[in-house]
T-cell receptor
Framework: DGGITQSPKYLFRKEGQNVTLSCEQNLNHDAMYWYRQDPGQGLRLIYYSQIVNDFQKGDIAEGYSVSREKKESFPLTVTSAQKNPTAFYLC??????????????FGDGTRLSIL | GENVEQHPSTLSVQEGDSAVIKCTYSDSASNYFPWYKQELGKRPQLIIDIRSNVGEKKDQRIAVTLNKTAKHFSLHITETQPEDSAVYFCAASMEYGGSQGNLIFGKGTKLSVKP
């Protein structure tokens, strides 16, 4: 889906460092999501936001933080408190829940590794 | 909360044969069930979805069936081709409630189609 852009494609984190993953969408979607994907684990929800200036923790929020200051942007910060950050991170967006379930559309992902 | 189980974890078929992937869900309030295809290193892409007011949906070689009573749904791929090789994820969500719109994913099925 060309409407969701994640950057960078690859990211390396040093010990004790915070890193921020970018997610931008031009689909005019209200809802945005961050998932973590590990081999054999499927996709697990980190944080989600159904509207600007509001976000909620998902199933594995510890060690992560987000902001939603603009409708089109939902950056994810992986903090030093996340002891096992190596994973493939996927951002997704959809129309607002409650208006009739609509599919989530995904970005190309960011692969994060520890140096 | 919702839990989605997916089987099998790996599936190998001969080109031209059919492939079936099954998922079960735990929360009877779930009413939206998408299927995603993910090729290696790429984003998950929606291939078909079904809502709880429908028992079956077809799109060319792909079909999904839903049994609300038993709380399971299945993906059927007929006349498989090598390009169908990928990891397939099922998911479930509910339109209303505290976690409305959030997708709960199965752990994935790696499908290999041998020429």
């Amino acid at each position: 889906d060309g409407g969701i852009t994640q950057s960078p494609k690859y990211l390396f984190r040093k010990e004790g460092q915070n890193v921020t993953l970018s997610c931008e969408q031009n689909l005019n979607h209200d809802a945005m999501y961050w998932y973590r994907q590990d081999p054999g684990q499927g996709l697990r929800l980190i944080y989600y936001s159904q509207i600007v200036n509001d976000f909620q923790k998902g199933d594995i929020a510890e060690g992560y933080s987000v902001s939603r200051e603009k409708k089109e942007s939902f950056p994810l910060t992986v903090t030093s408190a996340q002891k096992n950050p190596t994973a493939f991170y996927l951002c997704a967006s959809s129309t607002r829940p409650g208006t009739g379930n609509q599919p989530q559309h995904f970005g190309d992902g960011t692969r994060l590794s520890i140096l | 909360g919702e839990n989605v189980e997916q089987h099998p974890s790996t599936l190998s078929v001969q080109e031209g044969d059919s492939a079936v992937i099954k998922c079960t869900y735990s929360d009877s309030a779930s009413n939206y069930f998408p299927w995603y295809k993910q090729e290696l290193g790429k984003r998950p892409q929606l291939i078909i979805d079904i809502r709880s007011n429908v028992g079956e949906k077809k799109d060319q070689r792909i079909a999904v069936t839903l049994n609300k009573t038993a709380k399971h749904f299945s993906l059927h791929i007929t006349e498989t081709q090598p390009e169908d090789s990928a990891v397939y994820f099922c998911a479930a969500s509910m339109e209303y409630g505290g976690s409305q719109g959030n997708l709960i994913f199965g752990k994935g099925t790696k499908l290999s189609v041998k020429p």
